[in-house]
């Protein structure tokens, strides 16, 4: 017997939690850490796109707002952090990149980060109740796919 389950995560976690999300997106993307800091602005006359990670509510007594990691590539910034809403936004900025270009990286970038929160807390979620994933392959369309069977 088999089954096919597609997860849509909502996101309600610490800083901490979404952080590891975003550094595992970045990763696999091939970006690096630019920094980590608190209030200080991209640079001014760079193109911006700001979007909102897709159903994300950074929800904690620990979260603190303000907070940002910037990571980078090719001249590319893209600052993940939380707005005053306590939600998670993605800016992607860089000197001579197009507004749809940029636009298109953020939403790539916030989608891997939803990606990567959904996967940890899937495996976690996994191990406390016994399974064990038995396969697990990443598609062209970078989706995973995983095959799991109950401990024994």
Same mark, same amino acid.
Request: proline content about 3%; aromatic content about 4%; overall charge positive.
């Given at each position: 017997?088999?089954?096919?389950?597609?997860? =849509?995560?909502?996101?309600?976690?610490?800083?901490? *939690?979404?952080?590891?999300?975003?550094?595992? *997106?970045?990763?696999?993307?091939?970006? =690096?850490?630019?920094?980590? $800091? #608190? /209030?200080?602005?991209?640079?001014?006359?760079?193109?911006?796109?700001?979007?909102?990670?897709?159903?994300? $509510?950074? &929800?904690?007594?620990?979260?603190?707002?303000?907070?940002?990691?910037?990571?980078?590539?090719?001249?590319?910034?893209?600052?993940?952090?939380?707005?005053?809403?306590?939600?998670? =936004?993605?800016? *992607?900025?860089?000197?001579?990149?197009?507004?749809?270009? &940029?636009?298109? &990286? /953020?939403?790539?970038?916030? /989608?891997?980060?939803?990606?990567?929160?959904? +996967?940890?807390?899937?495996?976690?979620?996994?191990? =406390?109740?016994? +399974?064990?994933?038995?396969?697990?392959?990443?598609?062209?369309?970078?989706?995973?796919?995983?095959?799991?069977? &109950?401990? #024994?």
């Amino acid at each position: 017997m088999s089954s096919v389950i597609v997860l =849509t995560p909502i996101i309600i976690a610490s800083w901490p *939690a979404v952080a590891s999300a975003v550094l595992g *997106a970045a990763g696999s993307m091939g970006f =690096t850490i630019a920094a980590a $800091e #608190r /209030g200080k602005e991209l640079p001014a006359g760079d193109a911006r796109v700001e979007t909102e990670v897709p159903n994300s $509510e950074v &929800l904690a007594e620990t979260l603190s707002r303000g907070e940002k990691i910037r990571i980078a590539k090719d001249g590319v910034i893209i600052e993940i952090g939380v707005d005053d809403r306590g939600r998670c =936004t993605v800016c *992607a900025s860089g000197r001579g990149k197009s507004k749809p270009e &940029l636009k298109r &990286l /953020g939403e790539e970038c916030s /989608g891997r980060i939803v990606q990567q929160f959904a +996967y940890h807390k899937l495996v976690t979620e996994l191990k =406390t109740r016994g +399974y064990q994933i038995a396969e697990e392959s990443v598609q062209k369309d970078q989706s995973i796919q995983m095959r799991v069977r &109950l401990g #024994r």
